[in-house]
């Protein structure tokens, strides 16, 4: 069974830095496709940012040249370093993996880790 462990959340203030960090286990196939979600307050889940496992990586507009997502070298960990936060950043941040196998695509997800941006 697939489990992914998030790390690295917390309370920050506006222009701060954070940065999240996700461990999956449970697929001796690895995941073709890592990545970070948030969902604020009364809002629907975003997508933050993805990358493969070739290393292809694409950010929301409103996170680009801020956040960085990054695969490590086990390529079973995903981290997401988020630079110049602001209080719209704020939200619980979830990791996904997803394996696609056969055709069939097998999405996974984290338990969520909160991110405060407030002074």
């Known amino acids: 069974q697939v489990q992914l462990v998030e790390s690295g959340g917390g309370l920050v203030q506006p222009g701060g830095s954070l940065r999240l960090s996700c461990a999956a286990s449970g697929s001796i196939f690895g995941f073709n496709v890592m990545g970070w979600y948030r969902q604020a307050p009364g809002k629907e889940r975003q997508l933050v940012a993805t990358i493969t496992s070739d290393g292809n990586a694409d950010h929301a507009d409103s996170v680009e040249g801020r956040f960085t997502i990054s695969r490590g070298n086990t390529k079973n960990t995903v981290s997401l370093q988020m630079n110049s936060l602001k209080p719209e950043d704020t939200g619980v941040y979830y990791c996904?993996?997803?394996?696609?196998?056969?055709?069939?695509?097998?999405?996974?997800w984290g338990q969520g880790t909160q991110v405060t941006v407030s002074s």
């Open positions: 996904y993996a997803l394996r696609e196998l056969g055709g069939l695509r097998f999405p996974s």
